[in-house]
């Protein structure tokens, strides 16, 4: 059974920073891309970054390049280093699996997800 448990979130002042981390089981983790993914209140999904199967090729959007970075290890840990935290960051952050070793935005190559962990960014 695949199980992605996210971890790591909480409440941050602006300009802070968090490291969120995911904990994956039940796949072979070196065989698959992955991503992180959020929920602001009140809005769809957006998709943050993803890396690819062998973490040497990274992607993110265009609102957390230069802040965020996203990495993972052979332990079966996937993680958002978030730095220089704004408000419009807060939401529900998830860890996604790919079905294939690329990375891409397509939130709908993702097949599985983690339940999430929350981030408020506020003063």
Known sequence: EVQLVESGGGLVQPGGSLRLSCAA????????AMAWVRQAPGKGLEWVSSINS????????????????????KTRMLYLQMN?????DT???????????????MLDEYD???QGTQVTVSS
């Open 112 to 114: 599985y997800w983690g």
């Open 25 to 32: 089981s039940g796949f072979t983790f070196s065989s698959y």
């Open 84 to 88: 220089s935290l704004k408000l419009e």
């Open 91 to 105: 939401a529900v952050y998830y860890c996604a699996k790919s079905g294939s070793y690329y990375p891409t935005p």
């Open 54 to 73: 062998g973490g040497g090729t990274t992607s993110y959007a265009d609102s957390v390049l230069g802040r965020f970075t996203i990495s993972r290890d």
